[in-house]
């Protein structure tokens, strides 16, 4: 075997998907069903993120490469665009900033005035400042997306098992039935779950909670609306925190989100759903007479920069670490798989993929 | 005999009944349809799965959770 992907979420697939197409032998092995964790549990939004010079270029050629992929699959692809909402004059100072961030790097950006927020978003509060709107970003729903990405994975040759993993040495796999395979490449695609088999991995499961109503009987959000705080959601502090986070999809339901929150226990904890929802409801207030059908979580595999582990690992040779996506797998995982290509192929990825390596944060042992 | 209407067409109840049980009752095993458009209706008869969504008098409900009441107009195949 020449690549042995550990996991089937849309991560694994994805580095499946291009290593098989470029003619390697591939073998995938999952210990459950394709997508059923991260990838199940999260928002399917493709977007470009401007947190930090790396982010936006792995985001923006991935979200490139989502748009090139995506007609040929069926993945209830939809380019909403991202409107990202300033609650307040002090919020809507920081957008042309961030505007022309984006514009720095070859992405569509616009300021969003008053006026032409309620114009895009009838359904937003009254008071609200205005915004940033980022044309090309997206929506699917990523387990369909993983299948079909696993589905080409097929068709090139690769293969498929269903195993946990034991461990991992040189070259090697070991799987819990103490079989072993050999293999000169694996690629360690097993989110957050990556530390089970190395503890020492800098990845912190970060829960989040998500809630969906059901099929509204007409559209009342057009963009997956992001409050301009996300941010501080995202990078902030340990402790607990919500921000306002809605997405149209294409079923006329609405997905509504967000929770960060450094916690292993896998329980809908009420106290964060409800300020989860207050805070949405304080955005859209129509969302108050939506029925919620379901609400579950997920585990973000967090790193301490907010940015992935991508190549090869120090320690064990033969091991490419593809993990540490935090909320952005869904959005990063065809680049990552171009990444991985160039630390197993050469064949060099769009981007430098020296800021995703995974030295950075952690010594060779 | 107290009444409701179900899709239209008068149903006798007995006041506070569930409504639930009277669908699966009379007709009606299937409550509404999944965007692939397959059969839903109520499996856990206790307001977790949100199966069994109806339209009652206009708001979308969950039928074992909603009792009968007189003059009622219920609609199935809520989304």
């Known amino acids: 075997m020449d690549v042995l992907v550990i996991g089937a979420g849309i991560v694994g697939a994805a580095c499946a998907q291009e290593l098989a197409s470029a003619g390697l032998s591939v073998g995938i092995v999952e210990k459950s069903e394709p997508a059923f964790g991260a990838t199940a549990a999260g928002m399917g939004h493709i977007l470009v993120l401007d947190d930090s010079e790396a982010q936006i270029r792995l985001t923006a050629y991935s979200r490139d490469l989502w748009h090139g992929l995506a007609p040929s699959y069926r993945t209830e692809f939809r380019t909403t665009g991202t409107l990202w909402v300033a609650a307040n004059e002090q919020e809507m100072g920081a957008i042309e900033g961030r505007r022309d961030f984006y514009r720095k790097y070859g992405v569509d950006a616009e300021v969003v005035g008053q006026d032409q927020l309620y114009q895009l978003e009838p359904a937003l509060a009254p008071g609200l400042a205005g915004g940033m709107r980022i044309p090309s970003d997206a929506v699917l729903y990523p387990p369909t997306a993983t299948t079909e990405l696993l589905d080409r994975a097929f068709r090139s040759g690769a293969t498929y098992l269903r195993s946990e993993i034991k461990s991992i040495g040189a070259h090697l796999v070991e799987l819990v039935n103490g079989e072993t395979m050999e293999t000169t490449h694996v690629v360690l695609a097993a989110g957050a779950d990556a530390t089970k088999l190395f503890p020492s991995l800098p990845i912190r499961k970060r829960k989040g909670h998500l809630a969906i109503t059901d099929r509204l009987p007409r559209p009342l959000i057009r963009h997956q609306l992001i409050e301009t705080g996300y941010l501080q959601s995202a990078h902030g502090s340990d402790d607990a925190s919500v921000a306002f986070n809605l997405q149209p999809r294409s079923t006329g339901q609405l997905l509504i989100g967000s929770s960060r929150q450094f916690e292993s226990s896998r329980e809908v904890e009420l106290p964060i759903v409800e300020r989860m929802l207050a805070q949405a409801v304080s955005y859209v207030p129509a969302l108050r007479d939506c029925l919620i059908t379901r609400i579950w979580t997920g585990f973000r595999a967090a790193t301490p920069d907010g940015l992935p582990l991508i190549g090869p690992h120090s320690g064990i040779p033969g091991l490419i670490l593809a993990t540490g996506h935090e909320g952005l797998g869904i959005s990063t995982s065809l680049a990552t798989a171009k990444l991985v290509r160039q630390h197993i192929t050469g064949t060099k990825a769009e981007i430098d993929p020296a800021p995703y390596l995974p030295d950075r944060l952690f010594p060779a042992t | ?79």
């Open chain 2, 1 to 79: 005999m107290k009444q409701i209407l179900i899709n239209g067409k008068p149903q006798e109840i007995e006041e506070g009944a569930s409504l639930l049980v009277l669908l699966l009752n009379n007709g009606q095993p299937t409550q509404r349809h999944s965007v692939s458009g397959a059969n839903r209706c109520g499996i856990c008869g206790m307001g977790i799965c949100f199966e069994c969504r109806v339209t009652v008098d206009g708001k979308v409900v969950r039928a074992c959770q909603t009792g009968c009441h007189e003059g009622m107009e219920v609609w199935t195949d809520a989304r």
